[in-house]
């Protein structure tokens, strides 16, 4: 028998606060924290553009699982990348952290595909499900274009004045390494630690 929407509702309100309650026993608040805006348009967009080989990565791996293969990666060589998803889960706007999820979750499936491989299930492993999924993850690595424009679209509006210089930052930190290393590495120092992202959204 199908639930009233006032069951649902009472459903939802006790698993709320079951939800509440494991939250305060790990000493979390009780309700996550928003999630801090750190990361400015033009830096996210520089970071996409160097997430592109890890892009490339992904879509040779779909393809190899398209032909009915598993391969192993070496997820340990990619870390920088993992490390760029990080950071642009603390951007402005809802297009970056989509591509921090994106990439978060290749490396989730990259790492399932690892484990099958070293523990000797590739005959049980649905390599069908792993395509499919890595496919639906590759799909919110939206081209960098489009993100980039939203992002700076969300921030800045129209062609202002503050728009139009925050495009000449992008350009510059996408072209010049040692400036894009010195606005990521600025920002690094404002995020979350690993051990502070369980307060936040």
């Avoid at 805006?37 to 830096?43: A, G, R, T």
Wanted: one cysteine or more.
């Amino acid at each position: 028998m199908a639930l009233t929407n006032a069951e649902l509702q009472s459903d939802l309100d006790r698993l709320t606060e079951t939800l509440r309650a494991v939250r305060i026993e790990q000493g979390l608040p009780a309700d996550p924290l928003p999630r801090p805006i750190i990361v400015e348009p033009p830096l996210s967009a520089a970071i996409v553009h160097r997430l592109a080989p890890f892009k490339a990565i992904a879509v040779k791996l779909a393809a190899i699982l398209a032909q009915g293969q598993l391969t192993r990666v070496d997820v340990n060589k990619l870390e920088q990348y993992r490390d760029y998803g990080r950071m642009l889960n603390y951007s402005y706007g809802i297009f970056a952290p989509l591509y921090s999820t994106g990439v978060h979750s290749i490396f989730c499936e990259l790492e399932r595909i690892n484990e099958a491989i070293d523990e000797g299930r590739t005959v049980d492993f649905d390599v069908n499900s792993a395509m499919r999924r890595l496919h639906f993850d590759i799909s919110a690595l939206m081209s960098e274009r489009s993100g980039n424009e939203w992002g700076m679209y969300d921030k800045y509006g129209g062609y202002s004045d503050e728009r139009r210089a925050a495009e000449a930052e992008r350009k510059r930190l996408i072209a010049g390494d040692e400036a894009f290393r010195a606005a990521y590495d600025e920002a690094l120092t404002l995020i979350p630690t690993e051990e502070e992202t369980m307060i936040y959204e």
